[in-house]
C-alpha cells in the first residue's frame, strides 16, 4: 500500500442490488469521491442516485470466478479507480484469491484467502472461537451428529462454496446455500436429504435460546482494530431471524472483548461483520459467525457517526489509522423494505421452536416505531432517486426470497439488500441469507 493519499480518484463498488453499497456511494460521493457501481444485474437501483458517478454492467456473474474476476479487474484497472470495496461474499473471495493481480491497479483492505477460508469456514471459525477463548455456539458436522435430542439448527458450512473450501466443487464455479433446517427435540432429519440440497456434508449448530442479539461491525488491519460499531437488533426481516430491519446503536464492553479476542486470535484484515447473542440461560455471549465483508446496517452506522466507507478508502490509501468511532448510542433506523418483509413474514415463514408472533399487534409496533424514529436507511430526501429505483425495480420482477446469486446461479428477483444473520430461528444461529433482505 501506498503511504500517501492522492488527491481525487474513484472507488470500484460491486453490487448485485444490495443497497448497503449505497452507504459506500452517499459516504464517498459526498465528499467528492468518483464511484464505479459495478454489477451483472440490470435494472440497478443505485444507478438512479445522485452519488452514483456511474453504473457499469459486469460481463460475468459470480457464479463464474474467472469470469467474474476479469470482469472486476477490467474495471480495477482503469487509472482513476483506487480502492475496491467488499460488499459481498463474493467480492471478499475474489480479492482475496486473486490480490496480487488486483494490487496491481489498486489497493484493497482485505484478507488472505488463507485466513478468509478460516472465517468462510463455519465449522473451522468454531475451532478459532475455542482456541481463542470465545463463548461459541457448539458447531459439528452432520456426520458426526448420532443424536438429536436437543434443539438444533442445521445449515451451510461454508458463506461460499468453491472449488477452495469443498471438495469436488468445481474449480470454476462459486456459489451459496441459503436453506437453513430448524429441528426442535426428537426431530431427526434425513441427512442424505439435507447432503442432497446442500451440496456437501453441512453443519449442526446448537439452539442459543436468545435474550438479545448484537452485531459488532469493524474495519481491522494486521489484527488491530481501526473502527468499530455495535448494532441492537430489534427487528429482522423475518419473525423467524435474519438481518436487521430496525435496528439501535447500542456499545457493550463484553460484546466488543469477545470479539477483539477472536479478531486478534486470527489475525484480521478488512471489513467484519460478527453476530454475537446473549444465552438466556447462561447468561454470556456466544459468538455465532463472521460475515468478511460489508454488512446490511451499514447507513445506521455512518448516520451514528462512524464512516467505514471513508474509513476504509482512507486506509487503502494509506492513512495508517485508527480512526474515529466515537459514535452515539440509541440511534434506532429502519429499513422501509424490510418492515414490509417482516410483516409479511409472519404469514409465510415457520418455526418449530418459536410462537407466531400476532400481525396486527406487529403493525403497530412497525407503525409506532417508525412515528417515533422516523430515520430510514435508503429513503433520503436529498436522494430520492435510490429508492425510487428500489421501487422500479421490485415492481418490474417481484419481491422473492430468491438472492443475487445461489449455487445454480439463479435469482432472478431484485434482492435489494444482503443479510447481516440470516433465516434461521430468532434465538438461535443464523446464516447469511434466506428471507430477502430489503
Not at 444465552?279 to 464512516?307: H, M
Request: glycine share 8%; charged share 25%; net charge negative.
Amino acid at each position: 500500500m501506498t503511504e500517501t493519499t492522492p488527491a481525487g480518484g474513484a472507488a470500484l463498488v460491486p453490487t448485485g442490488r444490495e443497497l448497503k453499497s449505497y452507504a459506500c456511494i452517499r459516504s464517498l460521493g459526498r465528499r467528492g469521491i468518483d464511484t464505479v457501481v459495478a454489477s451483472e444485474r440490470p435494472q440497478l437501483p443505485h444507478a438512479a442516485s445522485r452519488y452514483c458517478t456511474e453504473p457499469v454492467r459486469l460481463a460475468s456473474p459470480p457464479t463464474d470466478v474467472p469470469g467474474y474476476r476479469d470482469a472486476l479487474l477490467d474495471v480495477a484497472a482503469r487509472p482513476e479507480v483506487r480502492t475496491a470495496f467488499p460488499v459481498r461474499e463474493c467480492d471478499v473471495y475474489v480479492f482475496a484469491k486473486y490480490r496480487d493481480a488486483f494490487e496491481e491497479h489498486c489497493s484493497l483492505v482485505v484478507p488472505d484467502l488463507a485466513t478468509l477460508s478460516r472465517a468462510h469456514d463455519r465449522l473451522q471459525l468454531a475451532r478459532e472461537a475455542a482456541a481463542a477463548g470465545v463463548p461459541y455456539a457448539e458447531t459439528r458436522r452432520l456426520s458426526a451428529v448420532e443424536t438429536w435430542d436437543e434443539a438444533a439448527v442445521v445449515k451451510s458450512r461454508y458463506n461460499l462454496l468453491t472449488g477452495d473450501y469443498v471438495d469436488g466443487h468445481p474449480a470454476d464455479e462459486m456459489g451459496e446455500v441459503k436453506a437453513v433446517r430448524t429441528l426442535a427435540p426428537g426431530d431427526e432429519p434425513d441427512p442424505e436429504a439435507l447432503r442432497a440440497t446442500m451440496g456437501h456434508d453441512p453443519i449442526v449448530q446448537a439452539f442459543v435460546p436468545q435474550a438479545e442479539k448484537i452485531l459488532y461491525t469493524a474495519l481491522w488491519d494486521d489484527g488491530e482494530p481501526l473502527a468499530t460499531y455495535q448494532h441492537r437488533q430489534l427487528r429482522q426481516n423475518s419473525w423467524v431471524g435474519g438481518g436487521g430491519v430496525y435496528r439501535e446503536s447500542a456499545r457493550v464492553r463484553a460484546v466488543d472483548e469477545v470479539a477483539s479476542d477472536l479478531l486478534s486470535h486470527l489475525d484480521w484484515t478488512g471489513v467484519a461483520c460478527i453476530e454475537y447473542v446473549r444465552d438466556a440461560e447462561t447468561g454470556e455471549w456466544k459468538f455465532l459467525e463472521i460475515n468478511p465483508r460489508l454488512w446490511q446496517s451499514l447507513p445506521e452506522a455512518v448516520r451514528a457517526g462512524v464512516d467505514f466507507p471513508h474509513h476504509y478508502w482512507r486506509r487503502a490509501l494509506g492513512d495508517p489509522g485508527p480512526f474515529d468511532d466515537d459514535y452515539e448510542t440509541g440511534v434506532k433506523c429502519h429499513i422501509a423494505y424490510g418492515e414490509v418483509a417482516h410483516l409479511l413474514s409472519i404469514l409465510r415463514d415457520d418455526s418449530p421452536l418459536l410462537e407466531r408472533p400476532s400481525v396486527a399487534r406487529t403493525l403497530w409496533a412497525i407503525a409506532a416505531s417508525c412515528v417515533a424514529h422516523p430515520r430510514f436507511d435508503y429513503l433520503r430526501a436529498d436522494d430520492p432517486g435510490l429508492f425510487l429505483g428500489g421501487v422500479r425495480a421490485t415492481l418490474s420482477t417481484g419481491v422473492t426470497r430468491s438472492r443475487d446469486f445461489t449455487i445454480g446461479g439463479r435469482g432472478d428477483a431484485p434482492d435489494l439488500e444482503a443479510a447481516d444473520g440470516g433465516s434461521s430461528p430468532r434465538s438461535s444461529p443464523s446464516t447469511d441469507g434466506g428471507a430477502p433482505e430489503q
